[in-house]
T-cell receptor, first 112, second 116 residues
């Protein structure tokens, strides 16, 4: 069946360092979404990528969709303590694109 | 507040009791999802609705779980004869279908269930 892998599972950085999380799918995707969940909070939508090779930026966050549309990355430049949380990729289920399936997330900790 | 709201925020119940959670989605959204999340895991799909129709229920879900969305607006999730393994955060989300499929999902703040 369809598999979603997110790596790394945990990342601990010093404030000011960069951070990248990767999401890999076993199937070609129509789109991919990224969410952030703060500790104790609920997932909050960050962005949706649709086009092959697409790159989108939100301030210090850069999102990329792979050329083959099977992987994606989220890069944070110069992390801040406000970036702490778990970052999830979410993608349409291959058999039924009406529902989303989720990676296990990458938990980011930032030392001030 | 026009976001997704869930009630209650916290529920502590004794094993064997029934519990019911409510979700009020964003009013114009026709898709409503229920997820379960445990510590260190991503949201686990439980079921979803298109308007009032329940289109899919996870095979992982036992018969003790049932969900309804009677008028295509709010939804309820009931767990009968709760077990300690049911302890988790239950998340509700709503969305619309866009050109490329699902648009972003808006989540409620969740109901944290503790079964003692």
């Amino acid at each position: 069946g369809q598999q979603v892998m997110q790596i790394p599972q945990y990342q601990h950085v010093q404030e000011g360092e960069d951070f990248t999380t990767y999401c890999n799918s076993s199937t070609t995707l129509s789109n991919i979404q990224w969410y952030k969940q703060r500790p104790g909070g609920h997932p909050v939508f960050l962005i949706q990528l649709v086009k092959s090779g697409e790159v989108k930026k939100q301030k210090r966050l850069t999102f990329q969709f792979g050329e083959a549309k099977k992987n994606s990355s989220l890069h944070i430049t110069a992390t801040q303590t406000t970036d702490v949380g778990t970052y999830f990729c979410s993608l349409p289920n291959a058999g039924n694109n009406r529902k989303l399936i989720w990676g296990l997330g990458t938990s980011l900790a930032v030392n001030p | 507040d026009t976001g997704v709201s869930q009630d209650p925020r916290h529920k502590i119940t004794k094993r064997g009791q029934n519990v019911t959670f409510r979700c009020d989605p964003i009013s114009e959204h026709n898709r409503l999802y229920w997820y379960r999340q445990t510590l260190g895991q991503g949201p686990e799909f439980l079921t979803y609705f298109q308007n009032e129709a329940q289109l899919e229920k996870s095979r992982l879900l036992s018969d003790r779980f049932s969900a309804e969305r009677p008028k295509g607006s709010f939804s309820t999730l009931e767990i009968q004869r709760t077990e300690q393994g049911d302890s988790a955060m239950y998340l509700c989300a709503s969305s619309l279908v866009g050109t490329y499929g699902l648009t972003e999902a808006f989540f409620g703040q969740g109901t944290r269930l503790t079964v003692v």
